[in-house]
């Protein structure tokens, strides 16, 4: 069964910091992959996904991600975190090609010091 | 254009009790996709409806539910609820479905006490 991994609950940086949050996959292939972010009282916006191809992927926001098979990790990186920045971050993943059934991890929680 | 609307945004209902929420998606989009949100579990995918048809499920059990109508517009159904369906209900709709790109309504709060 696919799995997602975020080992990171909450994390906290200040304000121009830059930021890494983790995410670590287990599938039988190369899932796609997918970062959310949620808002407080709000519903998710997707930041970026990868399918294939280049594997550091660039995203909305500011944001990127890099894929590597060897460590099934989909890390998610910003340069310079802005206080808006501050939300809850959901990496995903899915069957590729096929149904679309996605996986969830539990979310890290983003705080951001001025 | 408007988002996609959900209704209601919060709802307590008792055990036992069955409910439905509602999602209107933004005009255009075929599909609409279903997910809970809970402390517990996390987020979780429910189903996906695409022109009337739910093409994918995830593993709930059969009290969960859906519909969609012919204006896209979806619907959820909850039967015999138990306190665990307590969440935030989350619907996201996209014009083809699957992996493009979709949009997240706001959520309906269920607490079922």
């Known amino acids: 069964a696919q799995s997602v991994t975020q080992p990171d609950i909450h994390i906290t940086v200040s304000e121009g910091a830059s930021l890494e949050l983790r995410c670590n996959y287990s599938?039988?292939?190369?899932?796609?992959l997918f970062w959310y972010v949620q808002s407080p009282g709000q519903g998710l916006q997707l930041l970026l996904k990868?399918?294939?191809?280049?594997?550091l992927v660039q995203g909305i926001k500011g944001f990127e991600a890099e894929f590597k098979r060897s460590q099934s990790s989909f890390n998610l990186r910003k340069p310079s975190v802005h206080w808006s920045d501050a939300a809850e971050y959901f990496c995903?993943?899915?069957?590729?090609?096929?149904?679309?059934?996605?996986?969830f991890g539990r979310g890290t929680s983003l705080i951001v010091h001025p | 254009k408007a988002g996609v609307t959900q209704t209601p945004r919060y709802l307590i209902k008792t055990r036992g009790q069955q409910v439905t929420l509602s999602c209107s998606p933004i005009?255009?989009?075929?599909?609409v996709s279903w997910y809970q949100q809970t402390p517990g579990q996390g987020l979780q995918f429910l189903f996906e409806?695409?022109?009337?048809?739910?093409?994918n499920k995830g593993n709930f059990p059969g009290r969960f539910s859906g519909r969609q109508f012919s204006n896209s517009r979806s619907e959820m159904n909850v039967s015999t609820l138990e306190l665990g369906d307590s969440a935030l209900y989350l619907c996201?709709?996209?014009?083809?479905?699957?992996?493009?790109?979709?949009?997240f309504g706001q959520g309906t709060r269920l607490t079922v006490v």
């Open positions: 996201a709709s996209s014009l083809e479905g699957g992996y493009t790109e979709a949009f």
């Open positions: 599938y039988g292939a190369t899932p796609y």
């Open positions: 990868y399918f294939s191809g280049d594997t």
């Open positions: 995903a993943v899915g069957p590729p090609g096929g149904s679309y059934i996605p996986t």
């Open positions: 005009s255009g989009h075929r599909s």
């Open positions: 409806y695409f022109s009337e048809t739910q093409r």
